[in-house]
């Protein structure tokens, strides 16, 4: 790789340490990382990179030369770091969510347009084959406008392997104890606004309350709700149906963009082909009316990406990402899209557990809308190591909990004796 190497730091080593090669590949040069566990931050300079400097915060680290930082850290709490990056200049790429309550998508948004530095948000589902061939077809236009689309994140678990649930649970205020069904929605949505460029105005959610259930079961988790079924009309007048973090039928990933003039989806079941189809009377002049195939992948790219998370999108985020920088380009994952996404999580649970009120979505370029959210700090997490407690019920059943043994299962399970 000929390109300029991007001096990049790494916060938070358990979603970091996984894609330190997605970076390597892509041409970043990992100097610095950050993480409050000793373990992991030798485990990191021993396996990954030696010759990196280790910090356990975050100020520390973005005084030492970096010139971006991959924000990796706990789920709800991404936003006050990557302004604090934004504000010194740094380059971000966050994990998602972009924000976990309205009032700090109101200071990212304010933050990333003062700064002279790219943000992006780092959700990688959009980078996915099939669903980078959905972006080209339905950007190239023989589709016409975009009418109905979906999108499906559906990853169950059995939950009952105690290895699988002490990699990614540290204590039982753990974020994915605290998890509503709308606010992981990043894998379902992003691939769909990528693709259309649409913009949620409204959301209206209903839950599927359905909990965990079984004596093998290893769950402390305070969200009954198996799903949420959110709908999303959009700037363009299109709606879109899709799911937050799901656990229903079988694990897939299933995204569907409806035309005026045919359409384009992922077929379940086929290892990531594409159908695109017209009706007969819009297909284009040498083209066939229905046709599955596998997306074509480029000779260089190929088998970098193979070495990589997420069927390749891990390389292909990063890839993006860094000739942002090199380029000077603004990502179309930016500070805008990523919070908007956010509020379709946050205000999503609202509309849940009013069962279905319509809540609409601000646009957070505007000032006047930002005022509305600028104080509002409702949130169903613990965070900020305790800083911070739930402000609302996480499940649609407002009496749901799981059960004492249930728990003392979870702690037993996450104990390192």
Excluded at 182 to 207: D, E, N
Excluded at 268 to 275: A, L
Aim: with cysteine; charged share 25%.
């Amino acid at each position: 790789m000929n390109e300029r190497k991007i001096k990049i730091g790494i916060f938070g080593l358990n979603r970091g340490m996984a894609n330190a090669k997605a970076i390597k590949l892509c041409g970043g040069d990992i100097i610095a990382v950050c993480d409050k566990n000793d373990e992991r931050r030798r485990a990191f300079k021993e396996r990954i990179e030696p010759k990196c400097t280790v910090f356990d915060d975050f100020d520390s680290l973005i005084k030492c030369g970096i010139e971006a930082v991959y924000i990796a850290n706990y789920f709800p709490e991404h936003a006050p770091y990557a302004i604090k990056a934004l504000e010194k200049g740094i380059h971000v790429i966050s994990e998602c969510t972009s924000n976990g309550t309205m009032a700090e998508g109101v200071a990212l948004m304010r933050a990333a347009e003062k700064s002279s530095a790219i943000y992006m948000l780092g959700e990688n589902y959009p980078y996915m084959l099939f669903n980078l061939e959905m972006q080209r077809i339905y950007q190239e236009g023989s589709l016409g406008k975009i009418l109905f689309g979906e999108g499906e994140y559906n990853h169950a678990s059995p939950s009952t392997d105690p290895n699988a649930v002490r990699s990614l649970y540290d204590s039982e205020m753990h974020w994915r104890n605290y998890l509503p069904a709308t606010y992981y929605l990043t894998h379902s949505l992003a691939p769909l606004m990528c693709a259309t460029h649409s913009v949620p105005k409204r959301v209206c959610a209903l839950p599927v309350f359905s909990p965990k259930e079984g004596e093998d079961i290893i769950t402390a988790s305070r969200n009954g709700d198996a799903l949420a079924i959110m709908t999303v009309l959009n700037d363009d007048g299109s709606v879109f149906r899709i799911t937050g973090h799901s656990t229903f039928g079988y694990s897939e990933n299933s995204y569907r963009l409806a035309c005026k003039k045919g359409q384009i989806e992922n077929v379940r079941g086929t290892d990531g082909k594409v159908m695109l189809s017209y009706n007969s009377w819009h297909t284009p002049s040498g083209a066939k009316e229905s046709d599955l195939y596998y997306p074509h992948e480029n000779e260089v790219d190929a088998p970098l990406a193979a070495q990589t998370g997420h069927f390749g999108s891990d390389y292909y985020m990063f890839k993006d990402f860094f000739d942002c920088i090199r380029t000077n380009r603004k990502p179309y994952l930016d500070a805008f899209v990523a919070t908007t996404m956010a509020s379709v999580g946050i205000l999503g649970h609202r509309s849940l557990l009013k069962l279905g009120e319509p809540m609409d979505i601000p646009d957070l370029r505007l000032e006047q809308e930002r005022k509305k959210y600028e104080n509002d700090t409702l949130s169903p997490f613990y965070a900020y190591e305790g800083k911070m407690s739930p402000s609302v019920q996480v499940c649609s059943k407002d009496d749901f909990c799981p059960s004492d043994d249930k728990v003392q299962r979870f702690k037993k399970a996450i104990s390192k004796n």
